[in-house]
């Protein structure tokens, strides 16, 4: 190259990153010129916000989702729908709250219900644009057959029907509470029991299903989600990372997530598919504080997994594109997972379900457009089996009153046994969470006019999806799979 050349080529690459950001934003993905782009999900498991480096955490190093987020974009107001394993990873495959498509909560093992063949998922809308789809992790979203990943759009999978604690070596379970955890490979089994030693291996396996999936599909358009069922309970690492954080057992299994993106971001880069593809990171819900030393951080937030403040909702997230996502920036605009659904659909083309979704297209936020904002006016958080607990617009949260549970003034639990919640009444407040983001105060008497505004948005939801708190029937909400 001359040195005239390399002169211009920073210029060069910055129009082109400006023409292509242009084009989405007036509704022409980057992918009409040539290839669509590649999409990559990973979804840990009650992984806290303050368990990633950029993120806060301090007691062991991240350097692969710290280099992400250098090179690609981190949201410090992002959310899962529901602050629990099997509805939050329903909104994200679907776009929709959980409790509209009839999965809240949390599936067990032989549970009769699942994800409807009805519902439109991730994998199904990339394969209406001929991509390849896969999967490796944790499904939770039904184990009959009939809910499983490869009768809903994805072309492989490898990985577990639920959570990976829910198997007799519980140290809790009761003889007979659960059955063998099976490794499924499609929709047969690799290993019908798995032991203590086979859970250690799976997040390499993980990966490296991820990293052949990738180098299978190089020359096509493709979609993977990697779900670790880490660092949710039972903690299990590889004895590459075993003893390596120096910050005992759950800070090796964060490195260990953080080795498992390094090396989906190499298999990308070393198959030169760094700028076609598009890598998100995130978790399904904080973390699972009864667990202590073997749970994760919420950072500066409130309480945790099973809850709906913040920090059983708010997760790290990064995004990483480069070329079409400003690199080393970040975002503060509220998002939820419902969101990535339709967004994906229009950088693809692809059209958005027949059925309602809740998810709307937030790419002018991703990519950082002038004069981005939000297109909801409220995001709703429901909990239990159709609660709705909280009420997010801009600025604010209202809660409503409901029981929760907390680790406050408990002894917390060590060594893979949990310690035990309380329960206490959250009485209706308001919180302003640029102010306020630990939801310390409640502000809802100095601010009537907001408060009455958010409670007429929860008049709309529970209109639509119904509200078991205050006792109002859902007319918009679709059954689950039986």
């Given at each position: 190259m001359s040195p005239l050349a390399k002169s211009?080529?920073?210029?060069?690459?910055?129009?082109?990153?400006?023409?292509?950001?242009?084009?989405?934003?007036?509704?022409?993905?980057?992918?009409?010129?040539?290839?669509?782009?590649?999409?990559?999900?990973?979804?840990?498991?009650?992984?806290?916000?303050?368990?990633?480096?950029?993120?806060?955490?301090?007691?062991?190093?991240?350097?692969?989702?710290?280099?992400?987020?250098?090179?690609?974009?981190?949201?410090?107001?992002?959310?899962?729908?529901?602050?629990?394993?099997?509805?939050?990873?329903?909104?994200?495959?679907?776009?929709?709250?959980?409790?509209?498509?009839?999965?809240?909560?949390?599936?067990?093992?032989?549970?009769?219900?699942?994800?409807?063949?009805?519902?439109?998922?991730?994998?199904?809308?990339?394969?209406?644009?001929?991509?390849?789809?896969?999967?490796?992790?944790?499904?939770?979203l039904g184990d009959k057959p009939q809910f499983l990943p490869l009768r809903h759009g994805f072309d492989e999978f490898l990985g577990l029907p639920y959570s990976s604690d829910m198997w007799p070596l519980h140290p809790e379970a009761k003889s007979g509470t659960y059955p063998p955890i099976p490794l499924l490979e499609g929709e047969g089994i690799l290993k019908a029991d798995l032991t203590h030693a086979d859970q250690e291996q799976l997040l390499t396996q993980y990966t490296e299903k991820a990293v052949q999936f990738i180098e299978k599909n190089k020359d096509k358009p493709f979609f993977f989600y990697l779900a670790p069922n880490t660092p949710h309970v039972p903690l299990h690492v590889s004895d590459k990372f075993k003893?390596?954080?120096?910050?005992?057992?759950?800070?090796?299994?964060?490195?260990?997530?953080?080795?498992?993106?390094?090396?989906?971001?190499?298999?990308?880069?070393?198959?030169?598919?760094?700028?076609?593809?598009?890598?998100?990171?995130?978790?399904?819900?904080?973390?699972?504080?009864?667990?202590?030393?073997?749970?994760?951080?919420?950072?500066?937030?409130?309480?945790?997994?099973?809850?709906?403040?913040?920090?059983?909702?708010?997760?790290?997230?990064?995004?990483?594109?480069?070329?079409?996502?400003?690199?080393?920036?970040?975002?503060?605009?509220?998002l939820v997972t419902i969101d990535i659904f339709p967004t994906l659909a229009r950088l693809i083309g692809a059209e958005l379900p027949q059925h309602k979704i809740d998810g709307l297209d937030v790419w002018p936020i991703l990519a950082d457009l002038p004069g981005a904002k939000n297109p909801h006016e409220a995001y709703y958080f429901y909990y239990n089996r159709n609660d709705l607990q909280a009420v997010r617009s801009g600025e604010w949260k209202l809660l409503f009153a409901h029981t929760s549970r907390t680790m406050n003034g408990q002894e917390p639990g060590r060594d893979g046994l949990p310690g035990k919640y309380i329960p206490f009444v959250v009485q209706p407040s308001l919180y302003n969470l640029t102010t306020d983001p630990g939801e310390t105060k409640d502000v809802s008497e100095n601010n009537p006019d907001v408060v009455k505004r958010l409670k007429a948005l929860a008049e709309n939801i529970r209109a639509d999806l119904g509200d078991d708190l205050t006792k109002q029937p859902a007319t918009g909400a679709r059954p689950s799979g039986k």
């Open positions: 211009l080529r920073p210029f060069v690459l910055a129009i082109a990153s400006s023409l292509s950001l242009a084009l989405v934003a007036h509704g022409t993905s980057p992918s009409n010129a040539g290839r669509p782009p590649n999409v990559v999900i990973i979804f840990t498991d009650d992984q806290g916000y303050g368990d990633v480096g950029v993120f806060g955490a301090t007691a062991y190093p991240t350097p692969n989702l710290d280099r992400m987020a250098q090179e690609g974009r981190r949201f410090t107001d992002f959310h899962v729908a529901q602050p629990v394993c099997s509805a939050s990873r329903a909104a994200l495959l679907t776009g929709c709250y959980p409790n509209r498509i009839g999965l809240p909560g949390a599936l067990g093992p032989n549970s009769k219900t699942g994800l409807s063949d009805q519902e439109v998922t991730l994998a199904q809308m990339f394969k209406s644009k001929g991509y390849a789809t896969g999967m490796a992790g944790k499904w939770h003893g390596k954080s120096g910050a005992g057992l759950y800070g090796d299994v964060i490195m260990e997530i953080d080795w498992s993106v390094g090396e989906v971001l190499n298999a990308l880069k070393r198959n030169g598919l760094d700028e076609n593809t598009l890598v998100i990171f995130s978790s399904d819900n904080g973390p699972w504080l009864s667990y202590g030393n073997y749970a994760g951080s919420a950072g500066p937030f409130r309480e945790g997994k099973g809850t709906n403040f913040e920090g059983g909702h708010r997760e790290p997230c990064i995004m990483r594109w480069p070329g079409h996502l400003p690199a080393n920036s970040v975002c503060k605009e509220p």
